[in-house]
């Protein structure tokens, strides 16, 4: 069994800073990309960011120079750093991953979700 457990989210004023985390637990043997998604209400779900395992990053247009994403392999754990916030900002974000677990092929998961609001 192979979870995705995302923390950090919360309520924000405009221009504050979040820092999401996403922890991959159970039987796994490799990790491949990892990302963040988002969903807003009455909106399709969109890529907000994602890492290789090798390090390389893409972003959505609307968040590069403001996030970054990063991960720690032996942890594995990735982490989205969220810098000047703004109100269109506020979604449901949910933790990625293309892993293989001891027993199974390569999947994708997808966490629980996590509210980041950005309001005054």
């Known amino acids: 069994q192979v979870q995705l457990v995302e923390s950090g989210g919360g309520l924000v004023q405009p221009g504050g800073s979040l820092r999401l985390s996403c922890a991959a637990s159970?039987?796994?043997?490799?990790?491949?990309?990892m990302g963040w998604y988002r969903q807003a209400p009455g909106k399709q779900r969109e890529l907000v960011a994602a890492?290789?395992?090798?390090?390389?990053?893409n972003y959505a247009d609307s968040v590069k120079g403001r996030f970054t994403i990063s991960r720690d392999n032996a942890k594995n754990t990735v982490y989205l750093q969220m810098n000047s916030l703004k109100p269109e900002d506020t979604a449901v974000y949910y933790c990625n991953a293309d892993l293989s677990g001891l027993y199974s092929g390569a999947l994708n998961y997808w966490g629980q979700g996590t509210q980041v609001t950005v309001s005054s």
């Open positions: 890492i290789t395992s090798g390090g390389s990053t």
């Open positions: 159970g039987m796994i043997f490799s990790i491949y990309a």
